[in-house]
């Protein structure tokens, strides 16, 4: 049968690419092929015999060029355990260009494809035929999100309440046995049956739906043991009971197990809203509407309505709703919700505001410049929600062990009963302890452990302003042995600034500092804009020049009163006929300074001396670091002069000076070559090349684009002691993971001896599964009492 497929293809810079790529894929076995480089897309028409998807992709590959893909979430219904999770993941892997990673925790799958291969419809085909529900993932309201798990809260806690119910009486013959009081609590058989029927066909018919479904595609889930251990006891009882049998019936066992299972999911999915509570908090902060400018008058539209370019106003103590630049107005703002950081900012004309941060003292009138998905805000909630989606690589190896552990389990069921029948020669009893095996054993908890710990590591890091964009990075950050630090714009400000005045004997700093007030005033040089903000500070006001004129890479001249002005490098005033005081520029220079002089004639009235300035905490997050077994390095670009200035400030010992953007990567390589863990701290810009090299890269900066493309970490706190915090946080993630996974580990090891051995009831093996997934998840919760340490 034929088929024809189109895909679009990345790679290809010429009509020449697009001719040799149609000559590799037509080579193929019944492959005929045509690639157009105007639309860059590839159609391949399939013969019968002909090559399948995978080898025409791998011949793309080959060829140097790449299939573009697309990606797609999927909101899942109907998984119950580990086992479920990894089916489905097995699923859609099995389809041609797809990767999925599956989340049991928020029961998303995140899946990335190649279009017009796989379509979303295909995949949600695949779930379903698996025998799951799927929808393709739409972020709803916070409103729409909470209706919707109260509503699946009331179903879940219905069918438990009733459970509880027709369960109680058994729960009491329970005690009462044990008390010595059997026959005064026995209950008639055939009001055990009926009650017992109910329990396990009615409040238990979620864990029939999802066995029938595992089973019918070849899987072996929680599920599966559920109703294996249940239908056992439940069948026995029932026959004994119909038939008149003179045998113990066990009612108690199916219909408590199943109670307490319902009992465990229900706590299990509350404990798991609450680690998935952090993003919610983030976009619960943006109002649902704004006051809208058009023509001249002030309207209340609802946020959605809003489009770029529009006009809209925030008065003090509101949220702004959306992205936007200040047109007019001043105010303090409250950015804490997106950078960690308590201290407002200032906001006037020209400044962007940014949506869901507070605005505290005036009014501000804006322009829109981002709505929905394109907000700051909504950048931030994507890229955590990707990170709980992604899988730690400690994950993967519980995935193996669930993926293993159900038939394992049903063997050693089958093993006690046929030990215990052969050894005893009690049948009935064996067949107890392997209902028992088959209950304590719990893949729960095993696929919750790492997902619970990532989704609430990564939601305190939001909230804290530190952005993992995937839980490798989380997880392999606490594994650095070497931090390389940018100077420029990290370790520093990365705005130069006036440090030092020294006036000419006999002439006024304040004379002299208005001369250069009124030069650097009509400049653009970054040199420039640090005078006139030094000169604003000091109150001075700029005199009256004229014949302003600017001599590039060197300085600016003009007149004043009808005498020459000029400023500029030493040696550009050397140039004028100045005398120059080597002894002080010299000595500036050789501290990092950037020296520069202001002269009327030949005479020089001052000199300045600029320094990009050292973050405040830049020395205290070294040490710190530093302490912690970290090894700092500083690499730059600037000369070794002024490296080593600035690293002596803040306690870094190796500095590589002199490296140029493209080198630094190289240098980065050279670390990792000798063994080296190693991170990478830059500005997300010229640090590009390294961020990626490095094994975790740390862009430091307020969310700025390229910094969330690039780094493996945003620091969105224009403050170092965040890396400390981020070291903190990867590190106490990770051992709430091994934490779970022992909890996970540890309930089955000792569980399934006792219950192989009879030593276990199968009611306490029933409530030790159920407790084992919530003790793991409230764990997970344990880690909301991280706190950042800046």
């Not at 060829?63 to 119950?80: M, P, R």
């Not at 929808?135 to 309201?141: A, E, N, S, Y």
């Not at 009615?202 to 899987?219: K, P, V």
Request: net charge neutral; hydrophobic share 50%; charged share 15%.
């Amino acid at each position: 049968m034929s088929q024809t497929i189109s895909f679009p293809v990345e790679g290809m810079s010429c009509a020449a690419c697009a001719t040799r790529l149609e000559k590799v894929l037509n080579r193929l076995e019944g492959v005929q092929a045509s690639v157009n480089f105007a639309t860059a897309k590839a159609q391949v028409d399939l013969g019968a015999g002909a090559s399948n998807v995978t080898d025409i992709l791998d011949a793309v590959t080959k060829a140097g060029f790449g299939a573009q893909t697309s990606s797609v979430d999927l909101a899942l219904t109907g998984l119950s355990c580990a086992g479920c999770a990894g089916r489905v993941e097995k699923v859609l892997n099995a389809l041609p260009s797809v990767h999925a990673n599956v989340n049991l925790a928020t029961e998303r799958a995140h899946v990335t494809f190649v279009p017009g291969i796989v379509t979303a419809q295909a995949l949600i085909a695949a779930v379903e035929k698996a025998g799951y529900g799927a929808t393709v993932f739409q972020q709803k309201t916070a409103e729409e999100a909470k209706h919707q798990r109260q509503k699946e809260w009331r179903t879940a806690l219905t069918g438990f309440v009733l459970a509880a119910v027709l369960s109680l009486p058994f729960l009491l013959e329970m005690v009462g046995m044990m008390a010595g009081a059997h026959h005064a609590v026995m209950l008639p058989l055939w009001v055990q049956l009926v009650l017992a029927t109910v329990v396990q066909f009615w409040c238990g018919r979620s864990f029939y739906a999802g066995a029938w479904h595992a089973l019918r595609s070849g899987a072996a889930t929680m599920d599966v043991l559920v109703v294996l251990g249940t239908s056992i006891a439940y069948g026995f009882s029932a026959v004994v009971v119909l038939f008149g049998l003179d045998q113990p019936v066990y009612f108690e066992a199916s219909a408590l197990v199943i109670t307490l299972v319902l009992l465990g999911r229900l706590l299990e999915a509350r404990a798991k809203a609450r680690a998935g509570a952090g993003m919610e908090s983030l976009l619960r902060l943006q109002p649902r509407t704004a006051h809208v400018e058009r023509a001249g008058q002030i309207t209340d539209e609802p946020v959605e309505q809003l489009q770029v370019g529009n006009v809209f106003l925030v008065r003090p103590g509101e949220s702004i709703p959306v992205d936007g630049v200040v047109l007019s107005g001043a105010s303090d703002v409250n950015e804490a919700m997106l950078t960690g950081e308590s201290v407002p900012v200032a906001k006037q004309a020209g400044a962007n505001v940014f949506a869901g941060t507070l605005n505290q003292t005036g009014a501000l009138r804006a322009k829109v410049t981002g709505i929905g998905s394109q907000t700051v805000l909504a950048g931030i909630v994507h890229m955590v929600e990707q990170a709980q989606g992604s899988k730690a690589s400690v994950q993967r190896l519980a995935d193996k062990v669930a993926s293993v552990f159900v038939p394992v389990v049903l063997a050693l069921a089958m093993l006690t009963f046929a030990t215990g029948w052969l050894l005893t020669g009690v049948w009935d009893q064996s067949l107890v302890n392997a209902i028992s095996v088959l209950v304590i054993a719990c893949p729960c908890s095993l696929g919750l452990a790492t997902p619970t710990a990532i989704m609430v590591g990564t939601g305190l890091g939001a909230r804290a302003g530190i952005l993992f964009r995937n839980a490798d990075a989380l997880e392999q950050t606490r594994k650095l042995t070497t931090l390389v630090v940018d100077k420029t714009g990290t370790l520093t400000q990365g705005q130069p600034a006036v440090v030092d005045v020294q006036a000419a004997e006999h002439v006024s700093a304040q004379d002299a500092l208005a001369l250069a007030y009124a030069l650097e005033s009509q400049s653009e040089h970054p040199l420039a804009r640090a005078v006139v903000n030094y000169a604003r500070a000091q109150d001075v006001t700029a005199a009256e020049i004229s014949g302003f004129q600017a001599v590039p890479g060197q300085g600016v001249r003009a007149e004043y009163q009808g005498h020459p002005i000029a400023l500029g490098s030493p040696a550009y005033l050397a140039t004028l006929g100045c005398t120059i005081d080597h002894d002080l520029t010299q000595s500036w220079q050789q501290q990092g300074r950037t020296v520069v002089g202001v002269a009327q004639g030949q005479t020089v009235l001052a000199w300045f001396g600029l320094a990009d300035q050292i973050r405040p905490e830049a020395q205290e997050a070294v040490a710190t670091l530093q302490q912690q077994g970290l090894d700092v390095v500083m690499l730059t670009g600037d000369n070794a002069r002024v490296a080593q200035a600035v690293a002596q400030k803040v306690g870094i010992k190796t500095v590589i000076a002199g490296v140029l953007p493209d080198g630094k990567a190289a240098e980065i390589r050279k670390l990792k070559e000798q063994g080296k863990c190693v991170g990478m701290v830059g500005d997300g810009i010229n640090d590009a090349p390294a961020l990626a090299s490095a094994d975790v890269g740390f862009a430091i900066g307020a969310g700025a684009d390229i910094a969330l493309e690039t780094a493996d970490v945003v620091l969105m706190r224009s403050n170092l002691m965040a890396l400390v915090d981020a070291l903190s946080l990867s590190r106490a993630t990770v051992s709430k993971i091994w934490q779970n996974l022992f909890f996970a580990f540890i309930y089955n090891i000792l569980g399934l001896p006792l219950a192989a051995l009879g030593k276990l009831d199968p009611v306490l093996a029933g409530a030790a599964m159920a407790m084992s997934s919530v003790s793991v998840v409230s764990n997970s919760l344990l880690l909301n009492r991280w706190k950042p340490k800046s």
